[in-house]
Nanobody, 123 residues
């Protein structure tokens, strides 16, 4: 059973950049669409971005369009999230998971949530 391991978070100032990585442990992501989710203090987990297996299709929540770029390397079983022009509102714990679109919303397919990686953006 695949267990994603997130890394790359940190503390940056507004306008800075971070690159998050999500590596598969124990198995591979296979052909699943993979997504990034985040949870800010006092708020519920929300969808951020997703990428299809062949990486020809990507999806983003409106607030990160033009600033974040999701990518994947299937040979390395790794998914990335390049985050530029970071804002304090981006502060959250970021998680990766297999993702599926249902109507206008995105959902995680796996009930397992790892530790995630903390992203903190100061004003």
């Amino acid at each position: 059973q695949v267990r994603p391991v997130e890394s790359g978070g940190g503390l940056v100032q507004a306008g800075g950049s971070l690159r998050l990585s999500c590596a598969a442990s124990g198995s591979t992501f296979g052909t699943y669409t993979m997504g990034w989710f985040r949870q800010a203090p006092g708020k519920e987990r929300e969808f951020v971005a997703a990428i299809a297996w062949r990486a020809s299709r990507t999806y983003y929540t409106e607030s990160v369009k033009g600033r974040f770029t999701i990518s994947r390397d299937n040979a390395k079983n790794t998914v990335y999230l390049q985050m530029n022009s970071l804002l304090p509102e981006d502060t959250a714990v970021y998680y990766c998971n297999a993702a599926q679109q249902g109507g206008s919303r995105w959902y995680a397919l796996d009930d397992y949530w790892g530790q995630g990686t903390q992203v903190s953006v100061s004003a």
